[in-house]
């Protein structure tokens, strides 16, 4: 059974940095792209960023383009997201799913639970 | 430009059937669809995805209740014999050169 979990969420002010990762288990983790999307409250599921399963490739939304970095360390089966100069606008519920190609640009197969991050002085 | 545009509610009965659309934006009739299941304190959950000539694939241990259709620009999700736990939020996801898209999602409600 494939799983994700995430972890590293919190509250932070504005202007500072968190760092999100993904854990994943039940498939080949580095046959797989690895993507992060987010839920504001009470709007829709917005992409954030894909790393393909290699690492050697990653795309990110224009809305956190130059603050949101995007990495993969496959010998831990984890995705980084590491977030910086975040605003309010970043609150959110951060899900990492998988990707059905290695590229990316496919649809998500599977999805962890989410980790919340407040941007809140 | 890749758009997916989604009725904000439906609703139908206990036991019924109910139709959930989702339309692509001009010039992309051709792109296939992933509809995924949003639950209040869950994580999505891929049910799965609808081709241009209306074939669907679901996902591991997804009910044969939930299944998908196509029309031109349109994809369909179609879930039979609702039962309450089918009440959620429900996304289309389409994909394209170095673009993931949503829809803006369709609240379910069942009656």
């Known amino acids: 059974e494939m799983k994700l979990l995430e972890s590293g969420g919190g509250l932070v002010q504005p202007g500072g940095s968190l760092r999100l990762s993904c854990t994943a288990s039940g498939f080949t983790f580095d046959n797989y792209a690895i993507n992060w999307v987010r839920q504001s409250p009470g709007k829709g599921l917005e992409w954030v960023s894909v790393?393909?399963?290699?690492?050697?490739?990653?795309y990110y939304a224009d809305s956190v383009k130059g603050r949101f970095t995007i990495s993969r360390d496959n010998s831990r089966n984890t995705v980084h997201l590491q977030m910086t100069n975040v605003g309010a606008e970043d609150t959110a519920l951060y899900f990492c799913?998988?990707?059905?190609?290695?590229?990316?640009?496919?649809?998500?197969?599977?999805w962890g639970q989410g980790t919340l991050v407040t941007v809140s002085s | 430009q890749l758009e997916l545009t989604q009725s904000p509610s439906a609703s139908a009965s206990l036991g019924a059937s109910v139709k959930v659309t989702c339309i692509l934006s001009s010039g992309h009739s051709s792109y296939a669809i992933a509809w995924h299941q949003k639950q209040p304190e869950k994580g999505p959950r891929f049910l799965l995805t609808v081709d241009r000539d209306g074939s669907h694939k679901k996902g591991d241990g997804i009910p044969d209740r939930f299944s998908g259709s196509s029309s031109g620009s349109e994809r369909y999700l179609t879930i039979s014999s609702l039962q309450s736990d089918d009440e959620a939020d429900y996304y289309c996801?389409?994909?394209?050169?170095?673009?993931?898209?949503f829809g803006g999602g369709t609240r379910l409600t069942v009656l």
């Open positions: 790393v393909s399963g290699s690492g050697d490739l990653t």
């Open positions: 996801q389409t994909w394209g050169t170095d673009i993931q898209v």
């Open positions: 799913a998988k990707d059905y190609f290695s590229s990316g640009w496919g649809h998500f197969d599977s």
